[in-house]
């Protein structure tokens, strides 16, 4: 197992399109977390799955996202009608169990044009 | 709501030295602490996991400590080399029961100078 995947690496996207976000986490990982994280910052929580199970979404999150996990195994995650504010690195992590090790992938660094 | 503080935002050592890295956190009901490094456009590596009943833990040249009534927990790297330099960033896990989410502090630039 070589870690947690997230595909693509970078994105460059004009305002105003969609676009999705791919992450495959460790197997048998049953957490897994998306972050956002703009320059100079610490990583900001976006949303959880507890196997396919989304149990949480934070505020920041507006009705222009939505993450899946279907069958509990890689999730996405879709930003529609893109702004130049969503430019950011988007992180995905996942754990063993509620509190354990977190392993993050290298990211998917956003730009919005 | 949990809020994590790191300070300073940023630190400039000399080779060699020992140093110590500051997280505060305002809600001491967390589950653990965890350090992370982030290299310059990469995700983050965990460096250590500290769970709320333990007072450190231990990996080579790092040492981490956490003081929950306090809110406080350090991260204490031994004679830092040029390799050292990252930005390392602490996370309060926050929650109870099934739910539960890493809150991170800003992070601190270190950069070990030769």
């Known amino acids: 197992d070589t870690g947690v995947s997230q595909d693509p690496r970078h994105k460059i996207t004009k305002r105003g399109q969609n676009v999705t976000f791919r992450c495959d986490p460790i197997s048998e990982h049953n957490r897994l977390y998306w972050y956002r994280q703009t320059l100079g910052q610490g990583p900001e929580f976006l949303t959880y799955f507890q196997n396919e199970a989304q149990l949480e979404k934070s505020r920041l999150l507006s009705d222009r996202f939505s993450a899946e996990r279907p069958k509990g195994s890689f999730s996405t995650l879709e930003i529609q009608r893109t702004e130049q504010g969503d430019s950011a690195m988007y992180l995905c992590?996942?754990?063993?169990?509620?509190?354990?090790?977190?392993?993050f992938g290298q990211g998917t660094r956003l730009t919005v044009v | 709501k949990q809020e994590v503080t790191q300070i300073p935002a940023a630190l400039s050592v000399p080779e060699g030295e020992n140093l110590v890295l500051n997280c505060s956190f305002t809600?001491?009901?967390?589950?653990?602490l965890q350090w992370f490094r982030q290299d310059p456009g990469k995700g983050l590596t965990s460096l250590l996991l500290?769970?709320?009943?333990?007072r450190e833990q231990t990996s080579g040249r790092l040492n981490a400590s956490l003081d929950k009534s306090s809110g406080r927990s350090t991260l204490y790297i031994a004679a830092s080399q040029p390799g050292d330099s990252a930005t390392y960033l602490c996370?309060?896990?926050?929650?109870?029961?099934?739910?539960?989410?890493?809150?991170f502090g800003q992070g601190t630039t270190l950069q070990v100078k030769p």
């Open positions: 500290i769970q709320s009943s333990q």
């Open positions: 996370a309060a896990y926050h929650g109870s029961g099934n739910t539960g989410k890493l809150i």
């Open positions: 992590a996942s754990s063993l169990e509620v509190g354990t090790l977190a392993f």
């Open positions: 809600d001491s009901a967390i589950y653990n």
